[in-house]
C-alpha cells in the first residue's frame, strides 16, 4: 500500500500533486483538436518564403535550432493553414525523437511545420502554452513518451494518442507564475550561450593575430622562423592490441581513442578503455611521457589534445613530444588553430585521413620560446574564463532540471501575486 500524500496533496495518475490542482487530459485542454504538419518540398532559405520546422530542428530542450535553415516551397493559401501562431506547440510524432517539442516564439519567425509534426494549440484560459512547453521537457513526460512510443516497427506518437496525455493542471495565475520563473532561468542560459559564443570568436581572433606574428606581445621583437614539425619533435604512431585477447585489455595504462580526446578537451587524464602491460608488449603502441600533444590523424580529423599523466594511444593518434625550442602549450594552439585548413588537405576516399610524413611535413612559423609562451598563456588564460562560463552554463541548466521536477509537480509552490493579470506574452500567449 502506498504511504499517505502529505497534508495539501493527493495522489493521482500522474503522480502526487497539490489537492487545488487539477489532472486533465491534453486532448481536454485545448483549443482546437491536433493537426499534421505540411509535406511540401524544401529550398535554401532566401527569407521570401515562410521557414520550415522539422524534427531535426528542434532540441530536447524545446529551442528552435535550424541547420541549415530551409524555407517551404509552397503556395501561400496552402502555407497559411500551416503557419504556426503565438501559442502553438509542435510536437515530433515518428522515429528516434519522438516527444521533442517546441513552443512557437515569433522571434523566430514565419514557420510552417512540417509532416512529421504534430500542432497541439492549448486553450490559454486552460492550460498556458509556455506551462505545458515546461512539462513536455519534465522526466514524467519523457517517460510517458517512452511507454507510449513503443512499435513493431519506427517509434511513434500520434495524435490521438498525444491528445490522450495526462497533465497536472494548476489554477492559471500558478501556471503562469512558474512559466514566467523557469522562462527567467532560460534567458539565463541564452544569455551565458550567447557570452560563451562571444568568446569563443575572441578567442579565435586572438589566435589569428598571435600565432601568426600578425599582432606581437609587448616586449617581443624581430623575425619569426618557419620550420618543419618534424624538426621540432619526436612524432610516434599508436598501435592497437587484438580486442580478441581478452588479458590486453583492463590493466591500470590509459589508451587513448579519438573518442577520448573529442570528450576530454585540452587535458586528457581519464579514457573509457585502458591496456595492460601484455597488451603494450604486443600492439605497435608505444607509452607516452606527460605533456605529449596527441593529434588525430582519422575521424575528427586535426583533434588534439595534450597528456595530463603516461598513457598510450591508438593507431589513429600521433604522440608528438615537443624539443626543447618547441613549447607543447604552443604547439597545441597551432595545431588546433589550423584545423579547418588540415581538413582540406586530408588524403581524400571513403573518409579525410592523414599520415604521420603529412604531420611531420606541417611548416610551423615559430617564434622564440619566451614568445611561444606568453602567447599560450594569453590563450590558456581565455580557456580557463571559457571553461568557467561552460562551468557556470552547466551548473544553470541542472538547476533548472530541479526546479521543473519541483515547480511542475507542485513540491514548491509559487507566491501568487494578488494583482495577477493576464499577459499578452507572445512566448506565452
Known amino acids: 500500500m502506498a504511504p499517505k500524500a502529505a497534508t ?13 490542482w487539477d489532472v486533465q487530459s491534453l486532448t481536454s485542454t485545448l483549443a482546437e483538436p491536433p493537426g499534421y504538419g505540411i509535406n511540401a518540398p524544401a529550398v535554401p532559405f532566401d527569407g521570401s518564403l515562410p521557414s520550415y520546422i522539422r524534427i531535426t530542428d528542434i532540441g530536447k530542450d524545446g529551442r528552435f535550432r535550424p541547420a541549415p535553415r530551409v524555407s517551404v516551397k509552397v503556395n501561400g493559401a496552402r502555407a497559411a493553414r500551416f503557419l504556426l501562431r503565438p501559442g502553438d506547440l509542435v510536437f515530433a510524432r515518428t522515429g528516434a525523437s519522438v516527444g521533442k517539442s517546441y513552443l512557437y516564439d515569433r522571434r523566430d519567425g514565419t514557420l510552417v511545420f512540417a509532416g512529421f509534426l504534430i500542432r497541439i494549440a492549448p486553450n490559454p484560459s486552460r492550460l498556458r502554452p509556455a506551462f505545458m512547453s515546461y512539462y513536455a521537457q519534465t522526466q514524467r513526460y519523457w517517460d510517458w513518451v ?25 489554477p492559471i495565475p500558478e501556471q503562469r507564475a512558474i512559466a514566467t520563473v523557469l522562462s527567467d532561468v532560460d ?3 541564452k544569455s551565458l550561450e550567447a557570452l560563451i559564443a562571444k568568446k569563443r570568436a575572441i578567442k579565435q581572433a586572438a589566435m589569428q ?8 606581445l609587448p616586449g617581443f621583437g624581430g623575425e619569426w622562423e618557419t620550420k618543419r614539425l618534424g624538426a621540432l619533435a619526436n612524432v610516434a604512431s599508436g598501435g592497437t592490441p587484438p580486442t580478441s585477447v581478452a588479458a590486453y585489455y583492463g590493466g591500470g595504462i590509459p589508451w587513448v581513442a579519438i573518442s577520448d580526446m573529442t570528450a576530454s578537451g585540452k587535458l586528457i587524464t581519464d579514457t573509457e578503455r585502458s591496456l595492460s602491460h601484455l597488451g603494450l608488449e604486443n600492439s605497435a603502441a608505444h607509452l607516452l611521457p606527460v605533456g605529449t600533444v596527441l593529434y588525430a590523424m582519422y575521424a575528427s580529423l586535426g583533434e588534439c589534445s595534450i597528456a595530463g599523466r603516461p598513457l598510450c594511444t591508438s593507431q589513429a593518434i600521433l604522440g608528438i613530444q615537443p624539443f626543447q625550442v618547441l613549447s607543447r602549450d604552443f604547439l597545441y594552439y597551432w595545431l588546433s588553430w ?7 588537405i586530408g588524403q581524400h576516399g571513403a573518409q579525410a585521413n592523414l599520415n604521420k610524413g603529412m604531420v611531420q611535413d606541417f611548416q610551423l612559423p615559430l617564434p622564440p620560446l619566451p614568445e611561444q609562451r606568453a602567447i599560450a598563456t594569453i590563450l590558456s588564460d581565455m580557456d580557463a574564463e571559457i571553461a568557467a562560463l561552460e562551468r557556470r552554463l552547466d551548473k544553470t541548466r541542472a538547476i533548472k532540471q530541479g526546479m521543473m521536477q519541483q515547480l511542475l509537480t507542485g513540491s514548491i509552490r509559487l507566491p501568487i501575486p494578488d494583482d495577477d493579470t493576464e499577459d499578452d506574452d507572445a512566448h506565452d500567449a
Open 8 to 20: 495539501g496533496y493527493r495522489r493521482t495518475d500522474v503522480g502526487v500533486i497539490p489537492e487545488d
Open 146 to 170: 517512452a511507454d507510449n512510443s513503443a512499435r513493431s516497427g519506427q517509434p511513434g506518437v500520434n495524435a490521438k494518442e498525444y491528445g490522450s496525455l495526462l497533465v497536472p493542471v494548476p
Open 187 to 189: 534567458e539565463l542560459i
Open 209 to 216: 593575430e598571435l600565432l601568426t606574428g600578425r599582432t606581437r
Open 338 to 344: 589550423i584545423k579547418d585548413k588540415v581538413k582540406m
